[in-house]
Every structure is written in structure tokens, then in C-alpha cells.
């Protein structure tokens, strides 16, 4: 790791200079602290990020399969977005009122993902308080639900850990002054009796899950484990939100779509304006209808939901070309394949070597877990990541010209990636095995 750590400074000057001139004015250096997160001895400053290839300050190139860690899904800067950001930009930027793409963007969500109603956010963490806010609204319940090892953005009150079967609020937060777990409980995923339970009490407003974790490395539900989730949150009264932002990468529609799921309630983010701060989150017709009548009901005054920019033209332009133009069939049908591809490709490469990492796969998202076996809930999946190894190996990929995602061994595919990419990929990682091993 420390040879790692400094050819890395050999070969990024110019990002080292850019990072002592930051220094004095961003805290720890950078205007988002997470910037740091990525094993590197400071900041990557990046020249341009086209397609597949991200190049820095020093002309370093590398093949991106982090991908804005899901923002830059489709690839980065795809034509049609861009020309339709350009076009956009000269006919104003944001006004506070719809513009004419809100009706295309509105169909194409409704076709797509096939609930009717939809509302927009700036962010998928937006998305998620909003949605949150309505759950409560429409039910009059005031409890929310999660599971254990999730992420939903910087979201307050679903950062609650179950360690040794205790609820806890996780203790990494800042500046938290009211207690998590009054509001929120949490339970293992892939449990349905412990769902059961918690719903039984009837005091929970909404389950808010991801359909696949992403976010404590990846974990898979059970077959049938969703039908059935589904059906007790239906029994129970409780909306069931499901949190898109990730498993877009299952196949067009994303995960309920591909796996005939009916959410109540549907949250998109991240990847929906080919990199524009954008999102979105739909309701089925009946929590429309009971969402227009909760605010019908309240007095007159602000609802808590929404900000000033959300909505502006630019990301609606975005979301519209990427819609119709980027996140299209055709891209779906050269991502799958190839993520199969490199999920054979990893899966052989660690038998070669004589190491035993599961591999999983939700679409074009693959990754690479240090356990034979793939975890079935957050605390499983918690017990077998190994950060040092994890942060080595990273290191030595941004080295060697590939980029992964900072936070776990996630590797996303986009249109852009070729097969070439997908052996690229896993050379590095072969002679990263190789030296790790001996
Ligand atoms: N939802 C999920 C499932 C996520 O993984 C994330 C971020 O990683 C978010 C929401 C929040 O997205 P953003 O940081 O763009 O608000």
C-alpha cells in the first residue's frame, strides 16, 4: 500500500498543488468532505469526464467504473444530454414554473416505471425526505421503517444500525439532538417474520427499502422474499417506498418493473439526468389521491416539502434527452450482457487465484464481496467488509488506470463501457491479485 501510495504522488503533481491551494479554504480541503474517501494521499482533480474516461490534471486517464458512484450511470456527459443542456441554457435556467419537457419527462416516468403520479426533487436524499413526509401525511402514522445496513441519502431519521439485535442510531452522525429511534425502526432484511412483527403494531407509516442493498455492499432478497413483504405492508396499511436510486441498473423500469413489484410509492435519483442534480419520486393513483386530499385538509401554509431550484429547466431538459435518448432499450441491451460478462470474468479470475469472494449482480451492477458465501442482511454483509484490503486494492486500480467506486467493491457498466473495458478491468485486478498474493 505505501509503494501504492507513492507512485500515486509521483504521477499526480499538478492535483497535489491544486490540493495544497484548496487547503486554506474548503474544509479538510475539498467543498465535499467525502471527496477524500478515496484511498488516494489527497484529492484526484479531474480535467474532463467524457463517456467512459475520466482524465485529470495531469493527464492521467483512467476507465471509470465508479461512475459519479451511479450519478454518471449512462456515461459521462452523454451527447443528447449535453446539446439538450446547451440548448436549455440559452432559453433560461430556472424560473420557479414548469416548462413544456415536464409533460414528455411526466409520460415517459409513467410509462416507464409504471406509476402515474409523479413529483421532482434535486436529489434522491430530496426525494426520499419528501416521500417520507407524505408516508406520514396520508397514513397519520408516524414511524417509519427500515432495514439494517441501509442508506437513503443524508436522510436524518433512517440512520439507525441494529447492532446485536438492538436498535442504535448510528454513532458516526454529527449534530444529531433528537433520538433516531423513536421514529424509526429498524429490522434485517430478508427476515419476513420480523417484518411481520414490526407491522403488527401498526404504527408504521411506510417501509422505505432499497429492492436490492446497495450501500452496505450488496445484498440480494431471498426469491419470493418481495411478494410477500409486499403483501404484509398491503395487510398491515403500511406504504411500501421503494428507493430506486441504485437498482435503476437492474433493466429498463428498474427492479419492480423486471420483477412485477407494486410499490405505493417510487423514488429515482441519481442517474436520471445523466448527471444533473435531478430526481424524482411517484405515487400509485391512490396515494395520489390521498396525497392531494392530506393536503387539502392541512392549514394553509408550507408543506416542508420541496426547494426553491427543484424542478428548474435545465435538469427537466436533462432528464427528457436522457429519458428519450440515453436510458434507452438499446443501452440496457449492451449493459446486461457485458455485466454478466465481467461477473464470469471476476468470478474465474478469483478461482484462478485461490481466493474466495462471492460475486453479485443486480444488471449492470456487479460486485465483489471478501466472503465465499453472499451476505443475506446489513449485518452480514457488515462483518465481511474489509476496509484496508478494500482501500488497497482501489488504490492500486486508480494506479493502474480503472477507477471503483470508493465506498465497497461496487463496478457499474454504462453504454459507453465496451468488452475491451471489461478486460481492462480485469488485467488490473489480476496483477493487483498477484501482488497482494505473491
Ligand atoms: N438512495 C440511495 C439508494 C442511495 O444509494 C443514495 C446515495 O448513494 C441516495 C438515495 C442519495 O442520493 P443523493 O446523494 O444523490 O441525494
Not at 501510495?5 to 487547503?23: C, F, G, I, W
Not at 439538450?84 to 441554457?89: E, S
Not at 419476513?192 to 411506510?206: K, M, P, R
Amino acid at each position: 500500500h505505501a509503494a501504492q501510495r507513492q507512485q500515486y504522488v509521483n504521477t499526480h503533481p499538478q492535483s497535489q498543488q491544486l490540493a495544497l491551494q484548496t487547503q486554506a479554504h474548503w474544509l479538510f480541503g475539498v467543498p465535499l468532505h467525502w471527496m477524500n474517501d478515496w484511498s488516494t494521499p489527497f484529492p484526484l482533480f479531474m480535467q474532463s469526464a467524457q463517456g467512459l474516461t475520466l482524465t485529470d490534471v495531469d493527464g492521467n486517464e483512467y476507465v471509470d467504473f465508479c461512475l459519479g458512484d451511479t450519478g454518471a450511470m449512462f456515461g459521462h456527459s452523454p451527447n443528447a444530454v449535453a446539446a439538450a443542456l446547451a440548448t436549455q441554457a440559452q432559453q433560461g435556467l430556472s424560473s420557479m414554473l414548469p416548462t413544456a419537457d415536464v409533460a414528455a419527462v411526466g409520460n415517459m416516468l409513467s410509462e416507464r416505471f409504471g406509476l402515474p403520479v409523479w413529483q421532482a426533487a434535486m436529489s434522491a436524499t430530496d426525494a426520499n425526505r419528501f416521500a417520507l413526509r407524505w408516508a406520514r401525511a396520508i397514513t397519520g402514522r408516524s414511524k417509519l421503517l427500515v432495514f439494517n445496513g441501509c442508506y437513503h441519502g443524508t436522510v436524518d431519521d433512517v440512520f439507525v444500525d441494529l447492532i446485536d439485535g438492538v436498535p442504535q442510531q448510528r454513532d458516526s452522525l454529527l449534530g444529531q439532538v433528537y433520538a433516531l429511534t423513536e421514529h424509526t425502526e429498524v429490522i434485517e432484511f430478508n427476515d419476513l417474520a420480523a417484518l411481520e412483527a414490526v407491522l403488527q403494531t401498526e404504527t408504521i407509516a411506510c417501509l422505505l427499502a432499497e429492492p436490492v442493498m446497495t450501500n452496505v455492499g450488496m445484498v440480494l432478497p431471498q426469491p419470493d422474499y418481495w411478494q410477500q413483504a409486499q403483501a404484509l405492508c398491503q395487510r398491515y396499511g403500511t406504504l411500501l417506498i421503494l428507493d430506486e436510486t441504485h437498482t435503476i441498473s437492474t433493466g429498463l423500469g428498474g427492479y419492480a418493473t423486471q420483477h412485477g413489484l407494486q410499490a405505493d410509492m417510487l423514488v429515482l435519483g441519481k442517474p436520471l439526468g445523466g448527471g444533473m442534480p435531478c430526481a424524482v419520486y411517484g405515487m400509485s393513483a391512490d396515494i395520489a389521491a390521498r396525497a392531494q386530499q392530506a393536503k387539502e385538509q392541512a392549514p394553509a401554509g408550507h408543506s416542508g416539502i420541496g426547494t426553491t431550484l427543484t424542478a428548474n429547466a435545465l435538469a427537466f431538459a436533462a432528464m427528457r434527452a436522457n429519458l428519450e435518448q440515453v436510458m434507452t432499450p438499446a443501452a440496457y441491451a449492451h449493459m446486461l450482457p457485458l455485466a454478466e460478462q465481467l461477473a464470469e470474468g471476476l468470478r474465474s479470475l478469483f478461482a484462478q487465484h485461490g481466493v474466495h469472494w462471492c460475486v453479485t449482480q443486480v444488471g449492470a451492477r456487479v460486485e465483489f464481496q471478501f466472503a465465499a458465501t453472499p451476505p443475506q442482511n446489513g449485518t452480514e454483509a457488515r462483518a465481511i467488509m474489509l476496509h484496508e484490503l478494500e482501500q488497497t486494492i482501489h488504490l492500486y486500480c486508480l494506479n493502474h488506470g480503472v477507477l471503483i467506486t470508493p465506498f465497497h467493491n461496487m463496478l457499474l457498466l454504462s453504454p459507453a463501457t465496451t468488452a475491451a473495458d471489461v478486460a481492462r478491468l480485469l488485467a488490473v485486478l489480476d496483477g493487483c491479485l498477484q501482488e497482494l498474493l505473491g
